[in-house]
């Protein structure tokens, strides 16, 4: 019999917020994931586009199914996404950038530029104010329109996956005239290559854990159809959270205490609301102390979706690496237990 866990649908607000990959704020620091190794930091690395790679601009469709055209390569770009500020950066334009939404904070650099609010409700006029040729939003902000008819160039692309990841580089790519290969491709192979990377390092007793990795206070958590859950895939463990439920549903505190996972994985401020979770400390997991707690910009890294796919996947990784119980723990407890 297929077990029902409660669901409850998130608002609007929280479930664009999720996507947009701005939950788990600041919150006292408590046992946490190392940083990830030297090669995820590699693939993360922000480079400096040649001219040799810089092409005249190529027509885009945006997420909202409007074609967007540049007569020449923007210079002054604002940037109202994390991903897209990080996309732009890794394609080797963060020069470009001129102005960023509150919760864009990497590259280190661009904590130096003007911040215009928040992604979806930004003040245009501190937009206007930088006098962009290109702002690069999401298609949820409440500032596409008005922009528009102020006359600056707006694309609204959103990343909801790995997929999406590679197809928004690419969009991005061509807006902003730089060479597949040089941009891109290189980069989309690179996280390929830190993701696979990931995934060997984990040792094979580990492989197929049950997880539960919660996104924000709720609880929020990843399902597989979330690009989190997606890494989880390819790292080759196991989702507990059920795939009809959607990429972030949000859960009723017992979910934990049904599923049991091996491993649960968790934002600071997640972690101050689960130790108030019903059960929370009868869950096996929490027992064996398999438990990893990110602290804010290791879970920034995770929850966005975009250059630093690969970062994550090491960091996730490294949690799985370090805190899964062995398949010989199963086999130990379960023999403990008189073979039940």
């Known amino acids: 019999m297929k077990v029902q866990f409660p669901v409850f649908t998130p608002r609007r607000g929280v479930l664009a917020a999720l996507w947009l990959g701005v939950a788990m704020a600041a919150a006292p620091a408590v046992a946490q994931v190392p940083s990830a190794p030297s090669a995820a930091e590699r ?65 280190v650099s661009i ?14 006029e501190s937009v206007v104010a930088l ?19 102020l006359g600056i160039k707006v694309a609204a692309l959103e990343v ?10 690419g969009q991005l790519g061509q807006l902003l005239g730089v060479a597949p290969e040089q941009g891109a491709e290189r980069v989309w192979r690179a996280l390929q290559a830190g993701v696979a990377d990931a995934a060997q390092r984990i040792p094979a007793e580990v492989k197929h854990s ?41 859960l009723s505190p017992e979910f934990l205490l049904r599923a049991q996972p091996d491993v649960i994985l968790l934002g600071n401020r997640s972690m101050q609301a689960a130790t108030a979770y019903p059960g929370w400390n009868s869950l096996k997991a929490i027992k064996g102390g398999h438990l990893c707690v990110f602290n ?20 996730i990784a490294q949690c799985l690496i370090d805190k899964a119980p062995r398949k010989t723990q199963h086999k130990a407890q379960h023999k403990a237990q008189g073979g039940r």
């Open 43 to 107: 693939a993360a690395a922000i480079p400096v586009l040649a001219e040799s790679a810089r092409l005249a601009p190529q027509p885009i469709t945006d997420d909202r199914g409007k074609t967007i055209a540049l007569a020449k390569p923007p210079q002054r770009i604002v940037s109202l996404l994390p991903s897209l500020t990080e996309s732009t950066c890794a394609l080797g334009l963060c020069d470009r950038l001129v102005g960023v939404d509150r919760y864009s904070d990497w590259p």
């Open 111 to 124: 904590k130096k530029l003007p911040v215009v609010g928040g992604g979806l409700d930004p003040s245009v």
């Open 210 to 250: 049950r997880v539960y990795f919660e996104v924000s206070r709720g609880p929020y958590a990843a399902g597989p159809q979330s690009f989190i859950g997606e890494t989880l895939t390819l790292l080759g463990v196991d989702n507990v959270v059920p795939a009809d439920l959607g990429p972030f549903p949000r």
């Open 296 to 315: 804010d910009q290791q879970s920034y890294t995770i929850v966005r979706p975009g250059p630093r796919m690969a970062e994550a996947a090491h960091l």
């Open 131 to 149: 006098k962009p040729d290109l702002v690069l939003l999401s298609h949820a902000s409440k500032a596409a329109e008005r922009l528009e008819a």
């Open 160 to 169: 909801k996956s790995q997929a999406g990841v590679h197809k928004v580089l």
